[in-house]
């Protein structure tokens, strides 16, 4: 939990180690990927959460790893950590039970960015919500997070890119990261031809803010993402 900066204020809850699809690991190496330490200017702690996983996290819910996160969580907060985040947004459907079971801030996932979002550029906004897979976010993910407005709120996934979706479909496959690259500037460009309206981008999924500058650069509008999220919420400890 230490470093030579100090103690780390943020706690990350993390997948199981063993657990995680080896092409996610490639993603890790990246800066700006939520579990490297080179992601950001002070330090963090992570914890691996015992069962926490592809298949108990994004595809099925489990209330059994919710419940080893808060203990986890409250761990950490006993331990000195100020606030406590997670390395996956679908973990946003566990906000609420986090937040109230836990002494110290919980911060799920970049999706808590969104009624932010919409209320800066207007109440009739269009805002564009990039995710690893559209099916997996449910209305459930949204209303736990307190997006309660969905008008104009375009959900776009990464699941029919062939390169990313081999991350979960052969997840002990390696991928090529620079068709990867190619495949989310791809989707952004087409989501904002399908929805010229568009006046920003909340990156949900923890592995997407190392192309953040690219989709700034190339959309010309302003990205919000899990980094973005996570230094606010540093600078207010």
């Not at 460009?189 to 929805?195: F, I, P, S």
Request: charged share 15%; hydrophobic share 45%; with cysteine.
């Amino acid at each position: 939990m230490t470093s030579a900066t100090g103690v780390a204020k943020i706690g990350i809850l993390c997948w199981e180690k063993g657990q995680v699809p080896r092409g996610l690991m490639q993603l890790e190496t990246l800066v700006g990927n939520s579990t490297n330490p080179a992601s950001y200017d002070y330090p963090v702690h992570f914890v691996p959460v015992h069962g926490a996983n592809v298949h108990t996290i994004l595809e099925n819910p489990d209330p059994a790893v919710l419940r080893t996160m808060i203990a986890d969580a409250r761990t950490m907060a006993a331990q000195g950590v100020k606030a406590i985040t997670t390395s996956c947004g679908f973990n946003a459907i566990f906000q609420q039970e986090l937040a109230e079971a836990v002494g110290v801030p919980v911060f799920t996932s970049s999706l808590l960015l969104v009624p932010l979002v919409q209320q800066i550029h207007g109440p009739k906004s269009e805002i564009c919500v990039l995710t690893a897979n559209t099916q997996a976010l449910r209305p459930e993910h949204l209303s736990s997070v307190g997006i309660s407005r969905t008008e104009g709120l375009h959900i776009i996934g990464l699941e029919q890119c062939s390169e990313w979706n081999r991350i979960f479909a052969q997840p002990d496959a390696e991928v090529d990261l620079a068709v990867i690259e190619q495949e989310i500037l791809g989707t952004v460009l087409r989501a904002l031809e399908t929805y010229p309206g568009i006046r920003a981008f909340v990156l949900e999924c923890t592995d997407l803010p190392p192309y953040a500058a690219m989709i700034r650069r190339r959309s010309g509008l302003p990205v919000f993402d899990f980094i973005s999220m996570i230094n606010l919420l540093h600078s207010s400890l």
